[in-house]
């Protein structure tokens, strides 16, 4: 089964902090992917990056920024500079390679305060 | 545009009484999920279905019940057999493949469902 933990709960920071938000995975899996969506208080949550378990190169998206490490099982997600329309709650997810069954951590709440 | 659509937005419910959620997509996607969202948690399993008139149990599917007639629509009744039925409830569809690009799921605007 696979396994995701986001350890840091709730999160405040100022605005143009930067901000990393840690994910965890378990799996015996060899063929997974992993992800990161964000939840704005509107409640829909919008996609943000996915990861397949081959590819360990980090990503950069504008502010954003993702770290995949498989010798440490993690996927950080790292905000530059943020802003206050960076405030939501955020979650990192997994899935095995030819299922359907996405597996959520419990997610991460950024607040960024003016 | 393409997307996915709930409602409605809120609803509120009577304790024994069933209630449905409704979802349908216009993403021409394969596959449709519910879940369930409760304050300060993630996002739990409760069906899901990969091809029209099939679906399967999720982590949390007791109490809950669903049909997919339709490739397009997903509803979700909330029986009266669900305890404790108030909580944010988000439909999802994905397409179905080999391959990266059929992984990710996108999400609906959600119902928020509160038993008086």
């Known amino acids: 089964a696979q396994k995701v933990t986001q350890a840091q709960t709730e999160i405040s920071v100022v605005e143009k902090e930067d901000v990393t938000l840690d994910c965890v995975y378990e799996?015996?899996?060899?063929?997974?992917?992993l992800f990161w969506y964000k939840q704005p208080p509107s409640g829909e949550l919008v996609f943000l990056i996915r990861?397949?378990?081959?590819?360990?190169q980090n990503e950069i998206s504008g502010r954003y920024s993702w770290n995949f490490q498989k010798s440490t099982s993690s996927f950080n997600f790292t905000i530059t500079a943020s802003q206050v329309v960076d405030s939501a709650v955020y979650f990192c997810?997994?899935?095995?390679?030819?299922?359907?069954?996405?597996?959520f951590g419990t997610g991460t709440k950024l607040q960024v305060i003016p | 545009d393409g997307g996915i659509t709930q409602s409605p937005k809120y609803l509120f419910r009577k304790e024994g009484q069933n209630v449905t959620l409704s979802c349908e997509q216009n993403?021409?996607?394969?596959?449709m999920y519910w879940y369930r969202q409760d304050p300060g948690q993630g996002l739990r399993l409760i069906y899901y279905?990969?091809?029209?008139?099939?679906?399967q149990k999720g982590d949390i599917a007791e109490g809950y019940s669903v049909s997919r007639e339709k490739k397009e629509s997903f509803p979700l009744t909330v029986t009266s057999a669900q305890k404790n039925p108030t909580a944010f409830y988000l439909c999802?569809?994905?397409?179905?493949?080999?391959?990266?690009?059929?992984?990710?799921?996108?999400f609906g605007p959600g119902t928020r469902l509160t038993v008086l």
């Open positions: 999802a569809s994905s397409f179905m493949g080999k391959g990266e690009a059929y992984n990710e799921q996108f």
């Open positions: 799996t015996r899996d060899t063929t997974y992917y």
């Open positions: 990861r397949n378990s081959f590819d360990e």
């Open positions: 997810a997994s899935l095995r390679g030819g299922y359907q069954k996405v597996t």
């Open positions: 993403l021409n996607h394969d596959a």
């Open positions: 279905s990969q091809i029209v008139n099939d679906f």
